[in-house]
Protein backbone atom coordinates (compact mmCIF):
# COMPACT_ATOMS: atom_id res chain seq x y z
CA UNK A 1 0.00 0.00 0.00
CA UNK A 2 1.45 3.34 -0.83
CA UNK A 3 2.21 5.33 2.03
CA UNK A 4 2.16 9.27 2.30
CA UNK A 5 5.15 10.89 4.04
CA UNK A 6 4.70 13.35 6.66
CA UNK A 7 5.40 16.05 4.45
CA UNK A 8 2.25 14.89 2.51
CA UNK A 9 -0.06 14.35 6.02
CA UNK A 10 1.16 17.74 7.36
CA UNK A 11 -0.11 19.30 4.17
CA UNK A 12 -3.08 17.72 3.71
CA UNK A 13 -4.50 18.45 7.35
CA UNK A 14 -3.22 22.06 6.54
CA UNK A 15 -5.27 22.17 4.15
CA UNK A 16 -8.27 19.94 4.92
CA UNK A 17 -8.91 21.14 8.38
CA UNK A 18 -6.83 24.34 8.66
CA UNK A 19 -7.75 26.09 6.18
CA UNK A 20 -4.76 26.63 4.67
CA UNK A 21 -4.05 27.22 0.85
CA UNK A 22 -2.00 24.35 -0.57
CA UNK A 23 -1.37 23.97 -3.92
CA UNK A 24 -0.08 20.32 -5.13
CA UNK A 25 2.42 19.87 -7.47
CA UNK A 26 1.23 20.28 -11.77
CA UNK A 27 4.04 17.65 -11.85
CA UNK A 28 5.37 14.75 -10.18
CA UNK A 29 8.68 13.72 -10.96
CA UNK A 30 8.49 10.04 -10.20
CA UNK A 31 11.74 8.73 -8.54
CA UNK A 32 13.33 5.04 -7.85
CA UNK A 33 14.38 4.03 -5.15
CA UNK A 34 17.06 1.76 -3.46
CA UNK A 35 16.29 1.54 0.07
CA UNK A 36 12.57 1.61 0.86
CA UNK A 37 11.28 5.14 2.02
CA UNK A 38 8.72 5.84 4.49
CA UNK A 39 6.61 8.27 6.19
CA UNK A 40 9.04 9.73 8.33
CA UNK A 41 12.38 8.51 6.11
CA UNK A 42 13.30 9.36 2.82
CA UNK A 43 14.45 5.92 1.73
CA UNK A 44 17.77 6.11 -0.83
CA UNK A 45 17.10 6.79 -4.71
CA UNK A 46 18.37 5.16 -7.44
CA UNK A 47 21.57 7.29 -9.14
CA UNK A 48 24.05 6.12 -12.18
CA UNK A 49 24.57 7.08 -15.71
CA UNK A 50 21.52 8.78 -16.98
CA UNK A 51 19.29 8.50 -13.98
CA UNK A 52 16.63 10.83 -13.70
CA UNK A 53 12.95 11.19 -12.41
CA UNK A 54 10.18 10.80 -14.99
CA UNK A 55 8.18 14.27 -14.95
CA UNK A 56 4.48 13.75 -15.23
CA UNK A 57 1.91 16.33 -15.39
CA UNK A 58 -0.69 15.25 -12.48
CA UNK A 59 -3.98 15.70 -14.35
CA UNK A 60 -6.57 13.52 -15.60
CA UNK A 61 -5.23 12.38 -18.47
CA UNK A 62 -2.27 11.03 -17.29
CA UNK A 63 -3.79 9.42 -13.76
CA UNK A 64 -6.91 7.80 -13.54
CA UNK A 65 -10.14 8.60 -11.44
CA UNK A 66 -10.76 6.18 -8.61
CA UNK A 67 -13.39 4.65 -10.52
CA UNK A 68 -11.21 3.91 -13.40
CA UNK A 69 -11.55 6.31 -16.07
CA UNK A 70 -10.05 9.61 -17.09
CA UNK A 71 -13.24 12.07 -15.68
CA UNK A 72 -12.34 14.95 -13.53
CA UNK A 73 -13.81 13.56 -10.67
CA UNK A 74 -13.38 10.86 -8.53
CA UNK A 75 -16.18 8.40 -7.71
CA UNK A 76 -14.24 5.41 -6.82
CA UNK A 77 -14.23 3.34 -3.47
CA UNK A 78 -11.02 1.43 -3.08
CA UNK A 79 -8.98 5.08 -3.49
CA UNK A 80 -6.67 4.33 -5.93
CA UNK A 81 -5.53 5.83 -9.08
CA UNK A 82 -3.23 3.98 -11.73
CA UNK A 83 -0.72 5.80 -14.69
CA UNK A 84 -2.85 5.98 -17.35
CA UNK A 85 0.53 6.95 -19.70
CA UNK A 86 3.51 4.89 -20.16
CA UNK A 87 6.28 6.54 -17.88
CA UNK A 88 9.51 5.57 -19.29
CA UNK A 89 13.00 6.28 -17.52
CA UNK A 90 16.03 7.13 -19.66
CA UNK A 91 18.48 3.87 -20.52
CA UNK A 92 20.59 3.39 -18.27
CA UNK A 93 24.36 4.30 -19.14
CA UNK A 94 26.07 3.18 -15.60
CA UNK A 95 24.50 0.75 -13.47
CA UNK A 96 21.61 2.19 -11.11
CA UNK A 97 21.15 -0.48 -8.78
CA UNK A 98 18.11 -2.35 -7.27
CA UNK A 99 15.13 -0.84 -7.38
CA UNK A 100 12.67 -1.71 -4.57
CA UNK A 101 10.20 0.91 -4.66
CA UNK A 102 9.04 4.37 -6.25
CA UNK A 103 8.59 7.82 -5.00
CA UNK A 104 6.27 10.81 -5.92
CA UNK A 105 8.62 14.12 -5.86
CA UNK A 106 7.69 17.38 -6.19
CA UNK A 107 10.52 18.05 -8.37
CA UNK A 108 13.31 17.14 -10.54
CA UNK A 109 16.00 16.96 -8.02
CA UNK A 110 15.59 17.77 -4.53
CA UNK A 111 12.34 19.10 -3.56
CA UNK A 112 9.66 16.99 -1.23
CA UNK A 113 8.85 13.34 -1.42
CA UNK A 114 5.32 13.16 -1.22
CA UNK A 115 4.26 10.02 -1.57
CA UNK A 116 6.23 6.09 -1.60
CA UNK A 117 5.20 2.74 -2.55
CA UNK A 118 7.71 -0.63 -2.50
CA UNK A 119 7.93 -2.69 -6.26
CA UNK A 120 6.16 -6.08 -5.86
CA UNK A 121 9.31 -7.52 -7.83
CA UNK A 122 12.57 -5.66 -6.99
CA UNK A 123 14.48 -4.94 -10.02
CA UNK A 124 18.22 -4.82 -10.65
CA UNK A 125 19.08 -1.88 -13.45
CA UNK A 126 22.13 -1.82 -15.00
CA UNK A 127 24.39 -0.25 -17.91
CA UNK A 128 23.12 -1.20 -21.36
CA UNK A 129 20.05 -2.33 -19.83
CA UNK A 130 16.08 -1.26 -21.51
CA UNK A 131 15.18 1.89 -20.36
CA UNK A 132 13.13 0.91 -17.12
CA UNK A 133 9.08 1.22 -17.99
CA UNK A 134 6.01 1.64 -16.15
CA UNK A 135 3.80 0.25 -18.33
CA UNK A 136 -0.08 2.10 -18.47
CA UNK A 137 -1.73 0.62 -14.81
CA UNK A 138 1.38 -0.52 -13.44
CA UNK A 139 1.63 2.13 -11.06
CA UNK A 140 -0.92 2.30 -8.51
CA UNK A 141 -1.36 4.83 -5.25
CA UNK A 142 -3.76 3.76 -2.88
CA UNK A 143 -4.70 6.15 -0.34
CA UNK A 144 -6.29 4.84 3.02
CA UNK A 145 -8.82 1.64 2.11
Keep these: MSALTDYAENKIIDWLIRGQSVTPPATWYIG ?3 APASDSAPGTELSGGSYA ?4 AANATN ?3 TDGDNDAASTGT ?7 VVITYPAPTGDWGIA ?3 GFYDAASGGNLWITEDLTTP ?3 NNGDAAPVFPVAALSVQIDN
Design 32 to 34: LLS
Design 53 to 56: RVAV
Design 63 to 65: WNS
Design 78 to 84: DGTTEND
Design 100 to 102: VGF
Design 123 to 125: KTI
